[in-house]
């Protein structure tokens, strides 16, 4: 193995060797070997498989993790009416609080719906067959019954949705498409007080055969 690869990754060449076999026989990367200066150098590529199941765990990553995760919040923007003293905050799914210089700060009644489907190591779930997908309700909503709370999936990248039912306020229950694809999720929560939630997922996992 070359010694960038070695040096990225911060392993031996002995074990980094021991996981590209591993991952090579997984259909994962590819391993092309030459001889250079008299000394074999060896290169790794990762195949579309690979590159599928990287972005599969990256997928199942998020979906646990969910928007709670500060680095995964849409940017807020700051934008001024006319008329204000003061910006106005709008989040990445719309709604807007003004706040004038002066005031105390606000905290705001932001809900989360976290997702945790029980995916492969891969961070896949098989295609056609029926999928659950358990979610819970934390921070300003959480402990309460929402006023109302709908899901939607969609197996086309976001194209087009479809509203999809809970099992007991606990779950999704889906059926997965036959072909290969991914799968987003969107949840659309308002709570007691009229506070409107709408946090959508893309690519929050993918299917396999």
Not at 57 to 68: F, M
Not at 126 to 154: D, H, M, N, T, Y
């Amino acid at each position: 193995m070359t010694p960038v690869t070695r040096g990225q990754l911060g392993l031996s060449a002995s074990v980094l060797s021991k996981h590209a076999t591993v991952l090579v026989g997984a259909g994962y990367v590819e391993q092309r070997k030459a001889v250079r200066d008299t000394r074999q150098r060896v290169w790794l590529r990762l195949t579309r498989r690979g590159r599928d199941a990287y972005q599969g765990h990256l997928a199942a990553l998020r979906a646990i993790v969910g928007p709670s995760d500060p680095a995964l919040w849409p940017a807020p923007r700051l934008v001024r009416r006319e008329g204000s003293r003061g910006p106005v905050i709008r989040g990445g799914e719309g709604g807007a609080l003004r706040q004038d210089p002066g005031d105390e700060p606000i905290a705001l009644p932001l809900s989360v719906i976290r997702f945790s489907p029980v995916l492969t190591l891969s961070g896949t779930a098989r295609a056609g067959k029926r999928f659950e997908v358990p979610f819970s309700i934390e921070r300003a909503a959480a402990g309460q019954l929402p006023e109302k709370l709908a899901f939607e999936v969609s197996y086309d990248e976001g194209t087009t949705w479809q509203p999809t039912k809970t099992v007991g306020g606990t779950h999704l229950s889906l059926t997965h498409p036959a072909k290969a694809g991914s799968v987003s999720l969107r949840a659309k929560l308002t709570d007691r007080k009229g506070n409107t939630l709408v946090q959508t997922i893309e690519r929050a996992y993918l299917t396999t055969k």
